[in-house]
């Protein structure tokens, strides 16, 4: 149980403009489960594609010892042929395939290119007792749910002669019972000497499940804890994650909290695909003036989708509820129904979502509000330059002209685009998702300090993120959200990382 | 690079503005060296002024239809309908002349409705439905061809009447008559005279332009570029114009082409129209998140096509003095690479009117050159098709080295 599998040392991975991992080790023991844990942008992922060769060899610094020797992988196949396997949050699999097919993918049993798939059947059979689950091989992905598909992934894991099987978030989408199943058969392969690493946010799982857990902070390694020399708690891995001075992070920012901007009652939203899934229930909640509002919970507990639903229905169906601004009711049942009602959505995905990467920064920032630089349809060039300009200045956007590419610019200047382009329609009340997703800690303090000039303004701003202590550094009051439902409402005196884990644990015993 | 926000660059050095125009640049130079291999390889015969009026006449339905054809592009779809859209009108519009002797004064604008409503049949399916615009389109090509077939049962109709047929075959009368055009060299001032203003008014207009610029501090290209290339596009237009003016004058296909050229161009480059196309292409959910009614704004561009390939249609079944059931097939394919050798992406978001234009009359030129020399039509869809690879593959290699 001592021999060391794999050893990352002084792993630095530099990105233009961010230095993802600094100085990272990592060293995990034949036969255990080795839990990576971090907030997100701490790295973890990062860490992971430098290990299976996603980033090659030459790309990074430090050396990676695998199997007693060091090993350097230009791609992904090199990783895997020595039984290093990934499973990332995002499944890879293919739906209209079925789950043999799935799992010998790439690696069919085949003579001459000529898949013999009674063979290719009966194995995968075998994988799937294995991995204990119970449909037949011919089965379509699309047709089996999550829980299922992350273990159809596990059994093409197996099948591949895995030493070191990756876990991505593997429980991030599952429900407890479905989570508690994988979380066993991890336990049972141990048993068996089988080496893993599970990436998760999960802590109460982790504790469950790992041997040792390394914690990432910004991209570099605080600490490894062994759990079988001291129990470790919660609120020490917890410790280990936020660790950092607070007061440092976010800039101060007196409250001035004037009325009631917004306010949504009774929002009820089914599920986008599956079209007879009641996703959000009974969503109730209000943004004053001044006010920077939280959104706090895990992955999957309906807080993009209350945003997106709510901003011209881009999400879901059978949308029912109210909709208040200033006291009054409104119609936001379009996208430009809803910029006129005073309302901005900040997506999470900017390149997806928020920019148009192939455009300048002039031309994404006027994009959501063309009329404000034209007359009759005809744009107004200095206008719009002048906006442009203007907005670079004062949100400070790292760029050298209003002329450059949007992909050219780092995360946090492209949010600072992004946010321009929502600025200038001049709204009442911001919805900001996940605003300093993979961007830098500097980038960040920016963002914040930007968050907090337009709270000063007398706007409202409705923040949704992932990362705890960023809420409790920003907000004055924070909504817990689980399952599609508001399950708490804290101040900012009652918040704390505790409190809102509670909140969302407790409503999870209840349903 | 600077890092600095205070100081305002906004003059881009010479090296980065060739670098991020070197395809509009190449394009202009590309058409002017194939225009001059021509000349020099057909001893003089591609310039002659009754040349010049066929290359005209003969790539002017593709120009017109290149300008629909970009904004489908750019927002990210395609049709490949206009070519049984181009022998659709002309069918109906035979009928109507022809067989029922209704007046051209009417037929025109009732056509191009008519090409309209046959766009916004698609559109619908591409805008509201979402199925991809190659499917949609692909039926339009074969349902449109068969209607033309029915209409016209089989045969072609014609001739046209006078009236219609001046549309493509007409020529702007010259005003002025100078001297007399029997015994002078130039035989219509008129025409030469607009060339010139037009001239005179770009460089004007593109001179202001720059001064408005530098005082509002927004961007300019370096002077030199302005420069070089308004003395290029100036003297092709003026010698152009020459050769024309001592023939019979400006082609009336000329002037429409050149209205909605001009048209064009300004609603791409100038209108929230056009901005809102170009950020459909460059990423349509962003677009939509934005607040732009991207469903709507996608079934007009294929609605806008169709009254195009209508205008086409016509111009071409005047110029034919006939309709048939064959007319425009395969000129999908000669709009659609007019566009991707003038700039525009596959994948939307890029592409310029000036482009497809210039892309348009690098096809005619090279068609026309070729014929003028002899070559097979064999050897000339292997050679434009070459020239479609090598133009797109310039794109991707600049893209990919930037």
């Given at each position: 149980m001592s021999k060391t599998l794999l050893e990352m040392r002084g792993i630095t991975k530099t990105f233009p403009g961010v230095k993802a991992l600094d100085n990272v080790n990592l060293k995990v023991r034949e036969g255990e489960i080795h839990a990576l844990v971090g907030e997100n942008g701490a790295g973890k992922s990062t860490l992971m594609k430098v290990l299976s060769g996603v980033y090659p060899a030459g790309s990074y610094e430090g050396d990676i010892h695998f199997d007693g020797e060091v090993r350097r992988f230009s791609t992904i196949s090199d990783s895997e042929h020595l039984g290093i396997i990934i499973i990332h949050q995002e499944l890879a699999l293919v739906p209209l395939l079925s789950i043999a097919e799935n799992i010998f993918l790439g690696n069919e049993v085949a003579t001459n290119g000529v898949i013999d798939w009674k063979l290719a059947f009966r194995r995968t059979q075998e994988l799937l007792d294995k991995v204990g689950l119970r449909e037949p091989p011919g089965t379509l992905i699309t047709d089996i749910g999550v829980?299922?598909?992350?273990?159809?992934?596990?059994?093409?894991?197996?099948?591949?002669?895995?030493?070191?099987?990756?876990?991505?978030?593997?429980?991030?989408s599952l429900n407890e019972k479905d989570s508690d199943a994988l979380l066993k058969l991890l336990m049972e392969f141990r048993s068996q000497g089988m080496t893993s690493i599970i990436i998760s946010h999960k802590l109460n799982e982790i504790k469950k499940v790992a041997d040792q857990i390394t914690i990432l902070r910004d991209g570099g390694t605080v600490e490894t804890l062994d759990c079988h020399h001291e129990d470790i708690s919660e609120d020490r891995i917890i410790k280990g994650m936020v660790g950092r001075e607070m007061e440092d992070r976010y800039p101060p920012r007196e409250p001035k909290i004037g009325e009631t901007l917004l306010e949504v009652k009774n929002w009820n939203v089914f599920h986008q695909h599956h079209r007879d899934r009641q996703f959000l229930h009974d969503v109730s909640f209000a943004v004053r003036a001044g006010e920077v509002v939280g959104i706090a919970g895990l992955m999957g507990a309906g807080r993009t989708e209350t945003a997106m639903s709510l901003f011209g229905r881009s999400w879901g169906h059978k949308i029912t509820g109210d909709v208040f601004m200033r006291g009054k009711p409104v119609d936001v049942s379009t996208i430009p129904k809803a910029i006129e009602a005073g309302l901005a959505y900040v997506t999470e995905d900017r390149k997806q979502l928020g920019l148009v990467l192939i455009d300048n920064i002039m031309h994404n920032t006027t994009l959501a509000n063309l009329g404000g630089v034209s007359k009759a349809t005809v744009i107004d060039n200095r206008q719009e330059a002048k906006v442009a300009s203007g907005y670079r200045q004062k949100l400070r956007i790292r760029s050298h002209s209003i002329y450059q590419e949007a992909v050219n610019l780092s995360g946090g200047n492209q949010q600072k685009v992004v946010l321009s382009k929502w600025l200038f329609t001049n709204p009442e009340v911001l919805i900001l998702d996940e605003p300093t997703r993979g961007i830098d800690v500097g980038a960040k303090f920016e963002i914040y300090t930007i968050i907090n000039q337009l709270a000063a303004e007398g706007k409202g701003i409705l923040m949704i993120s992932s990362e705890m202590p960023e809420l409790l550094g920003t907000c004055d009051r924070i909504y817990v959200m689980n399952e599609g439902r508001i399950v708490a409402e804290l101040s900012k005196a009652e918040a704390s990382q505790e409190s809102i884990m509670r909140a969302i644990m407790r409503s999870g015993e209840k349903h | 690079m600077s890092t600095d926000t205070a100081t305002k660059t906004t003059q881009p050095s010479v090296g980065d503005y060739l670098r991020r125009n070197i395809r509009e640049y190449g394009l202009l130079v590309a058409l002017v060296v194939i225009m001059i291999f021509f000349q020099v390889i057909t001893q003089g015969v591609l310039f002659r002024p009754v040349n010049i009026t066929n290359l005209v006449l003969q790539n002017s339905f593709i120009v017109i239809m290149a300008l629909g054809m970009l904004l489908i592009i750019v927002a990210g779809h395609i049709d490949l309908s206009v070519g049984s859209i181009v022998a659709f009108i002309g069918a109906i519009s035979a009928i109507m002349l022809v067989k029922w002797g209704m007046p051209a004064i009417i037929v025109v604008p009732l056509c191009i409705f008519v090409g309209a409503l046959m766009g916004a049949?698609?559109?619908?399916?591409?805008?509201?439905?979402?199925i991809p615009s190659f499917i949609v389109t692909l039926a339009g090509m074969l349902v449109f061809r068969g209607m033309t077939y029915v209409v016209l049962g089989g045969r072609p109709v014609g001739p046209f009447p006078?009236?219609?047929?001046?549309?493509?075959?007409?020529?702007?009368?010259?005003?002025?008559?100078?001297t007399d055009p029997a015994t002078s060299l130039i035989k219509n001032y008129f025409a030469l005279l607009v060339v010139i203003l037009l001239v005179g008014y770009a460089i004007y207009a593109g001179l202001r332009e720059r001064r408005m610029n530098a005082l509002h501090e927004t961007e300019n290209e370096p002077f030199a570029f302005f420069a070089v290339q308004m003395a290029i596009i100036s003297a092709v237009a003026i010698f152009l114009g020459f050769q024309l003016s001592t023939y019979r004058g400006l082609p009336n296909v000329l002037v429409v082409m050149g209205l909605l050229i001009a048209l064009y161009t300004f609603v791409t480059t100038r209108t929230t129209i056009g901005r809102r196309i170009y950020a459909m292409g460059g990423n349509e959910k962003a677009a939509k998140l934005s607040g732009i009614n991207t469903e709507r704004l996608t079934f007009y561009t294929f609605v806008n096509m169709g009254a195009l390939a209508a205008l086409a249609?016509?111009?071409?079944?005047?110029?034919?003095?006939?309709?048939?059931?064959?007319?425009?097939?395969?000129?999908?394919?000669?709009?659609?690479?007019?566009?991707?050798?003038?700039?525009?992406?596959?994948?939307?978001?890029?592409?310029?009117?000036?482009?497809?234009?210039?892309?348009?009359?690098?096809?005619?030129?090279?068609?026309?050159?070729?014929?003028?020399?002899?070559?097979?039509?064999?050897?000339?869809?292997?050679?434009?098709?070459?020239?479609?690879?090598?133009?797109?593959?310039?794109?991707?290699?600049?893209k990919n080295k930037g």
């Open positions: 829980g299922k598909q992350q273990l159809v992934e596990i059994a093409k894991a197996l099948s591949k002669k895995v030493r070191l099987l990756i876990l991505d978030e593997p429980t991030a | 049949a698609q559109g619908y399916w591409v805008a509201y439905q979402k006078k009236d219609f047929q001046i549309l493509s075959t007409g020529f702007v009368p010259d005003f002025l008559s100078l249609g016509m111009i071409i079944a005047a110029r034919l003095n006939s309709a048939t059931p064959k007319a425009g097939v395969g000129f999908e394919l000669d709009v659609i690479a007019a566009c991707f050798i003038g700039g525009a992406s596959a994948s939307g978001g890029v592409g310029k009117i000036t482009g497809a234009v210039i892309g348009a009359f690098i096809m005619g030129v090279m068609n026309n050159g070729m014929s003028i020399m002899g070559i097979g039509i064999d050897y000339q869809q292997l050679i434009k098709g070459l020239v479609l690879l090598a133009a797109v593959f310039f794109d991707v290699y600049n």
